[in-house]
């Protein structure tokens, strides 16, 4: 009897290209793993409409979605449009509720429109607007995950999360979360898997415990 293969569909985080997910290893007789990778948007379009447009790469039935940080927030909308065997979303928030204040103040007061995206050739820049962080020493790990610097997407971006409405998590989606995330603080409580010392990048440098576990959780 052959075992059934599980077709993994990997969605990266803002300004991310999918070599973030390098490390991330399942069993090959069951799973295989898609990258996925954003593609430039039309200035105004929809989040809905990108997500229905994301879902023609999607090549298989019934499959795992998986997306971290914005990359979790598109994989929701996906979800709406597309037949899923598990909904993963990781360093990630489940509605907009949990925003941090200072982007919930960025879509009061519409500030995401005069944001200085064009100077994101920056790489220390991209690094801020996109984890979080400075990266000072990392400088060489950010230029090899960070690559989408075009300024239609990451207007587009900014204001797609900062614009987010979904009200409350989805109800058959895994929340995987870090207890050390410095973009989205809020985001452990409720329904979520807690990973400790995760930060917002834990996908990268937490892979083993992604690894050893996303097997057990879409099976489970």
């Known amino acids: 009897m052959s075992t059934v293969l599980n077709h993994v569909y990997l969605m990266p985080g803002m300004a991310a290209n999918p070599s973030i997910f390098e490390h ?125 610097n075009d300024k239609t997407y990451l207007d587009w971006a900014i204001k797609q999360v900062v614009c987010w409405e979904q009200e409350k998590a989805h109800p058959e989606a895994i929340y995987i979360h870090g207890d050390n995330d410095a973009i989205f603080p809020h985001s452990c409580v409720g329904n979520c898997i807690v990973v400790k010392g995760g930060t917002h990048i834990m996908i990268i440098n937490k892979y083993k415990w992604f690894n050893e576990n996303l097997p057990k959780l879409i099976e489970s």
């Open 24 to 148: 991330i290893d399942l069993p090959k007789d069951t799973y295989k793993i898609h990258w996925l990778e954003w593609q430039i948007p039309s200035k105004n379009e929809t989040l809905q409409a990108y997500a229905q447009r994301m879902c023609k790469f999607i090549e298989h039935k019934n499959v795992v979605l998986l997306g971290v940080s914005f990359g979790g927030i598109l994989v929701q909308e996906m979800s709406k449009f597309v037949k899923v065997k598990k909904l993963i979303v990781v360093s990630s928030v489940k509605s907009h509720h949990e925003l941090p204040k200072r982007l919930k103040l960025l879509k009061v007061t519409k500030a995401y429109n005069i944001l200085p995206t064009q100077l994101v050739s920056n790489i220390d820049l991209l690094a801020k607007y996109a984890l979080g962080e400075t990266i000072k020493k990392r400088v060489d790990l950010y230029k090899k995950y960070l690559s989408v």
